[in-house]
């Protein structure tokens, strides 16, 4: 039977979270200029908000599962959603 190697986790890292514009569309990369993040999914261009800690167990400074995050990393370099609580705040205004 072929070994397979399953891929160690990432251990807690730096990472950059970037917002498109003043959209709902975010982005956590683990390169700090965003230069790896596609442009063609950001008009208004990558905005940086801020540096944190990624890993499991490690909180995300936004609303979404830091193992979601991790797991788009691994293949892409890159993670990208809708943050939807951005769209409640605006709304709320």
């Excluded at 982005?27 to 442009?39: I, M, S």
Aim: proline share 10%; glycine share 10%; aromatic share 8%.
């Amino acid at each position: 039977m072929p070994e397979t190697t399953i891929p160690l986790p990432l251990d807690a890292r730096p990472a950059f979270l970037f917002r498109c514009g003043d959209g709902n569309l975010c982005a956590v990369t683990l390169d700090e200029t965003g230069g790896n993040l596609p442009k063609h999914e950001c008009e208004d261009g990558w905005r940086l908000l801020q540096g944190f800690a990624l890993g499991v167990q490690e909180p995300v400074p936004a609303s979404v599962d830091p193992e979601k995050v991790i797991a788009g990393i691994e293949p892409r370099g890159f993670y990208i959603w809708y943050d939807m609580s951005v769209s409640l705040m605006k709304a709320r205004r």
